[in-house]
């Protein structure tokens, strides 16, 4: 099956979860209908529904190579409470998958540069891995991730392998640094200086908190990076997926539909505080 969007709506059933952080955990399932990660496009978001509850949107974070669908969800509400209680096993349900993708093929042969904060990790894990599965896709790949503290890091299992990879640089920073942290202390553009990126064959894919994609962006344009091989994407509160309710709306555009990734200069007058 070809990867492309496939609104459809199946019943996953729990193959795994594990634990994160203290209040974040990750889903493994697999699907009724046959789907397998292979036909979820990295950057794409799915609805996961509580049977008699709610659905939530929650970005894919497996990638095309692996066996189970995956899913990295914050506990913060009722539906995700229910979901992070399931046990392998058990059923949810699932509507997608949703919205645009990371435009992969604009990054080919160029430097890319991976920069997540927080829960903006999952949605570029799948773009990671395929790095790793393929590393002459890119001109060496540059993962900056940073999350308020130690304790908050996603994925901590995955860095050995990830440090280990050939073309993979990964860099991480904290907020606030604990007595055992050895690592970087600030917010993520303290990464940048020493990425050494290269912003003639650079390409930026961003995800986190839209301040940090605010001054992310502001770093790499006064580093030369041109807008238009900057990519971010966005969160909004999506209800329906499709672009009917206007939750999610964003000056003539809806996050759902037209998003979640954008091309920078198309979400340039979006932001939260100006002289981005």
């Not at 990671?128 to 896709?137: D, K, L, V």
Request: proline content about 7%.
């Amino acid at each position: 099956m070809s990867r492309q969007t496939m609104r459809t709506f199946t019943r996953g059933t729990v193959r795994g979860v594990r634990k994160e952080t203290p209040d974040t955990f990750t889903l493994h399932f697999d699907l009724g209908d046959g789907r397998t990660p292979a036909d979820f496009m990295p950057g794409q978001f799915n609805m996961l529904y509580v049977f008699g509850v709610g659905e939530v949107p929650i970005s894919v974070a497996s990638y095309g190579g692996e066996k189970h669908l995956m899913h990295t969800i914050r506990s913060v509400g009722r539906v995700t409470n229910l979901l992070a209680a399931l046990a392998s096993g058990s059923s949810v349900g699932v509507r997608g998958p949703f919205g645009q993708g990371w435009p992969l093929a604009e990054a080919k042969g160029k430097q890319l540069l991976v920069i997540a904060g927080g829960l903006g990790l999952p949605p570029l894990r799948p773009v990671i891995e395929e790095g790793i599965a393929e590393p002459g896709r890119f001109d060496g790949m540059k993962v900056m991730y940073g999350a308020r503290t130690p304790a908050d890091l996603i994925y901590t299992y995955e860095y050995p392998r990830w440090h280990a990879a050939d073309g993979c640089d990964l860099l991480l920073t904290v907020d606030r640094g604990a007595s055992d942290w050895k690592g970087n202390v600030g917010v993520v553009t303290t990464l940048f200086p020493k990425a050494r990126i290269d912003p003639r064959r650079a390409v930026a894919f961003i995800c986190g908190p839209e301040l940090m994609l605010k001054f992310s962006i502001l770093e790499l344009a006064k580093m030369g990076v041109p807008a238009e091989r900057i990519f971010v994407s966005l969160e909004r509160n999506m209800s329906c997926a499709t672009g009917t309710c206007g939750h999610c709306q964003l000056g003539p555009l809806f996050i759902c539909r037209d998003g979640p990734v954008f091309s920078y200069p198309k979400v340039r007058g979006f932001f939260p505080r100006e002289g981005v």
